[in-house]
């Protein structure tokens, strides 16, 4: 491909330690793209982008046997794990596209849909995201936790994201440039997209299993993502600190207002231990509990203000763009 020509679609894909994935990935992903027509009939020009997110199995060794077979097929190589989030980003610096899809290696998410999704962006929609039908190829409990996440973040947050709906969408560039022009570290991209706003539409579809290699979130990667995306869509936990201080003061006030009446009435009595100890617990508790908060915001802060760059860059693998 002519290095200057301007794809129509950038496929953005982030793999870690996805060895097997490379090859079966290219072959189908590859017949879809050459499948696709523009109103004249005409073949398009895409690419598809592999950002290795510091595997450490022969990833990379397969992204360079899929560039011999396509040029059309590039890559870059982070210099670690940066994780998936910051991947993304990486791979949103190095295409061109006038439309980017963001899609995951392990083929769930069906790419014969890209082809309605461009349907859509031909209609003027800059934003046309997949939404899974059904999450039945999900387990329950994290079909149930993200169910929930969704609407803790969407009752929290300004920024609503789609339910349902993963990193596989399709990107004007227009978004993608107020993407790529968002300075946080903190990169939580359906955050992000969620913020840029533009003329969404959305594409449904049906999530298929993981057919080769295996999950690379566990809870505890997506439980630290939940926070990421919370404290960096809304400050509400932060704030609600102030109205619970309040209810706290003023239910204390009324207590000692009684406990006044009662001793100018009854006299004093010592006992009071248990009452006591409840209430220094249960403030004590809820002091820890905000602080906790506190230090989420002020760690974020803290990693901010350092200005690191979201990723590094090792090694690009045929002929990448680079727009920085
Ligand atoms: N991934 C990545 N960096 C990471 C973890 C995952 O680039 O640190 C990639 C992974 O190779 C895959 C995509 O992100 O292409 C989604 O990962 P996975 O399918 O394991 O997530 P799940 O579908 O189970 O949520
Ligand atoms: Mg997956």
């Known amino acids: 491909m002519d290095p200057n020509a301007i794809p129509l679609i950038s496929v953005i894909v982030p793999v870690k330690d996805e060895e097997d994935a490379i090859q079966p990935f290219v072959a189908r992903v590859g017949r879809v793209l050459e499948a696709l027509r523009d109103p004249h009939g005409a073949p398009v020009l895409w690419e598809i982008l592999f950002v290795d997110d510091g595997s450490s199995d022969a990833t990379l060794a397969a992204i360079m046997a899929a560039n011999r077979a396509d040029p059309r097929v590039v890559g870059i190589s982070l210099s670690r794990n940066f994780g998936k989030e910051a991947a993304l980003s990486a791979g949103l610096d190095h295409v061109r596209g006038q439309t980017v899809v963001p899609i995951d290696v392990d083929l769930q998410d069906p790419p014969e849909v890209i082809g309605a999704m461009l349907d859509e962006w031909r209609l003027g929609h800059e934003v046309v995201f997949g939404v899974r039908r059904n999450r039945m ?4 409990p994290k079909r149930l936790t993200a169910d929930l996440y969704y609407r803790a973040h969407n009752w929290l947050s300004e920024d609503k994201i789609p339910e349902h709906a993963g990193d596989f969408r399709l990107l004007d560039r227009k978004v993608v440039d107020v993407i790529r022009a968002m300075p946080e570290r903190n990169r939580f991209m359906k955050g992000l997209f969620a913020w840029g706003g533009f003329r969404q539409a959305a594409v449904e579809y049906d999530r298929a299993e993981r057919t080769v290699g295996s999950t690379k979130f566990n809870y505890l990667k997506l439980w ?4 990421d995306g919370l404290t960096s869509a809304s400050t509400a936990p932060l704030r609600v600190w102030s109205y619970i ?8 006030l009324l207590y000692a207002f009684l406990l006044i009446g009662r001793v100018i009435l009854y006299g004093v009595d010592v006992p009071g231990y248990a009452s006591m100890m409840v209430a220094v617990l249960f403030l004590g508790g809820v002091q820890l509990l905000s602080l906790g ?3 989420e915001y002020v760690g974020r802060i803290l990693v901010e203000t350092k200005r690191r760059p979201i990723y590094v860059v090792r090694e690009r ?5 680079d727009q920085s």
């Open 137 to 140: 190829t999900d387990s329950l």
């Open 224 to 227: 630290k993502l939940a926070i």
């Open 293 to 295: 908060i506190l230090g």
């Open 245 to 252: 201080g309040f209810g706290v003061a003023a239910i204390a």
């Open 317 to 321: 693998i045929g002929a990448t763009s």
